[in-house]
Every structure is written in structure tokens, then in C-alpha cells.
């Protein structure tokens, strides 16, 4: 779906495709809303996918990046910055620019819930029906996804949520025992589960979710009733008011 060279184990979805995700998703978004036409204007979209880009500059929240088994921090994160996102569009004394950045945040974070876990390992060929919607619970602290392997799921890495491990610091590489490695190439890092680009497998499945994943949380910040029935606060989203 992404025709795109990224180097391999980046870090994250290389920002060019992020990026390209994004464009995906707003340039998609006019099928679900209306027949023809740009949905999202010019200025939202760049403020969207600059928001998106920002959330990179910081590796050491794990809930930014549902990295390390970080599934609460990182679905509690959707959920608070939809919430947000839908105060502040109708609250016309906000500066828009600031809910566009949050708008690009969350689609960064969900984006690589893809990219990061194992969600396509497990089998599964639609989105997480949850995020963006509810918090997800702590995980089972004992069970042991890449036993043999850091970069090899294994048993509990076929039926269980999981996400790969990093630090940022002395002891990058380090992986709890049993646990998997998110895998940085350019740290000297084992492989790991990640699929953060082309030469990564899972990598189409995984980026193909998530332009379906990005598009449901914007689509659902729309079909807010709040947000449906407030003509002011929709042109504020798309940058047309």
C-alpha cells in the first residue's frame, strides 16, 4: 500500500511514512463524508502532520509509541486526547492550530500501535475495535512472548498483546526475560518484533491498518454528537471556517 523506502528497524514508521499514512487518511477521509472534494484544507492538513512528526522527538515515553507492553498508557493517551480534541473544537476562543497538533499526536500514537505490537502476529486483519474508545488493562506480567528469542515471537506472542522493548540510555538493547526487542539496527540492538518499515515483515499489513485505524479516530471525532451538531466546530476540524 506504501510504496516507500525506509531504512531498516528506524525506530518507529519512518516520518516519511507517517507521513505518508496521514496523506493517505485525510486524502480518504472525503469518501466517508462527503462525495467530492478536499475534506481537510491545506493548513489543517500540514498542522495535522506536523503533529504527528513532533511526537518523534520524544522516545522515552513509551505510551507515545505503545512500546515496552505500554497498552494502558498509550489507549488512555487516545482516549483523553479525543476528549480534548472535541472541547477544544467547540470552544471557538481555542486556537485550532493547537487541536490539528493534537489531531496529528493521536494518529502518530495509533499508528504505530500497528507498527509496534503484535497485533498482526495474533491474526488479526481489522483494526482494535477499542482504541480510541476505552482503556485497556495492565497485561499478564508473567507471560513470555519471545521465550527463545528477543526477535522471535513464540507461543504467548501468538495469543497474547504484546509490544518490543527499548530504553533509551546505557542499556538500550536490554529486554525483560521473556519479554521481545522492539529492534534498533542503528543502537547495535538484536532484531526485534517491530515493523516500522518496508524490509520489516508485517510491514504491509501493519501500515494498511493503520490508514483504516486513522481514519475511524478522526471519523469518530466527527460523529461525536457534540461535534455532528455543531457546524462551527466541523469547519474549525476541516479548516474551513
Known sequence: MLFITAPENAGAFDIPIHDD???????????????????????????????????DLNQFDSSLHFDNEDFRGGSLR??????KIIVDLLDSSKDVRSVWVMIGGALHTLQD????????????????????RQILGGLNSSNTPCP??????????????????????????????????????????????NKDSPARPGF?????????????????ILADQRVSQDQLAIKRLLGSD
Open 148 to 193: 527463545d528469542d528477543v526477535g522471535t515471537l513464540k507461543g504467548d506472542g501468538f495469543k497474547e498483546l504484546t509490544s518490543g522493548y527499548f530504553k533509551l540510555g546505557f542499556n538500550v538493547c536490554d529486554v525483560p526475560k521473556g519479554k521481545c526487542s522492539h529492534g534498533l539496527k542503528a543502537f547495535g540492538c538484536p532484531n526485534g518484533i
Open 78 to 83: 487516545l482516549t483523553q486526547l479525543k476528549e
Open 21 to 55: 499514512i496521514t496523506t493517505m487518511t485525510l486524502d480518504l477521509m472525503p469518501n466517508q463524508v462527503q462525495s467530492s472534494g478536499s475534506l481537510f484544507k491545506k493548513e489543517a492538513r500540514i498542522w495535522i502532520i506536523t503533529g504527528n512528526r513532533m511526537v
Open 113 to 132: 500501535f500497528y507498527a509496534h505490537s503484535n497485533w498482526v502476529e495474533m491474526g488479526n486483519h481489522d483494526i482494535h475495535p477499542g482504541l480510541g
Open 204 to 220: 504491509t499489513t501493519a501500515s494498511e491498518l493503520a490508514v483504516r485505524a486513522s481514519l475511524n479516530y478522526i471519523g469518530s
